[in-house]
């Protein structure tokens, strides 16, 4: 083997000079090789720049930035989703019932009140008058339930109304 190439073998770079023939005695030429010049590269030390560690925390604070963003804003709609829903639940308990009582009880039926975790609710019968009777000998009635709680400091609110026809008394 040449020394360029035990040179590659060992992992070592290894370059050789171009041969230059020198004129020797009685107008001969003897082909002389210079010898070998052997270039070592720098050692590389292990680990990274400052350059390259400053970068590499400017990205991932913007990923968690943004994650956690996200997640935040993605719990408060999970709560505000879930307020929602026990508000309406509460407005169909009470026009379910609304729904059931008989016609002598709707005149009395404009109410109110609060559960235990804090929704206020009010139902409102209304008889609607017409001109003419949309019905002989019946009275329409309009049910309206409206469900309020307060939510992060911000005031929400549910509404439901639905008609009931009832024989006129």
Known sequence: RTEREAGRASGRI????????????GGHSHGMRSPCLELTPRPRTAGFTLLEVLVAFAILSLALATLFTLFGSGVRSTAVARDYQQALLVAESRMAYLQGVTAQQLEMENAQGETPDGYLWQSEITPLEQEPPAVAGFTLYQLAVQVHWQEGGHARQIALTTLRLEPAS
């Not at 290894?14 to 005695?25: D, E, K, N, Q, W």
């Open 14 to 25: 290894v370059a050789s000079l171009p041969s230059r023939r020198f004129p020797g005695a």
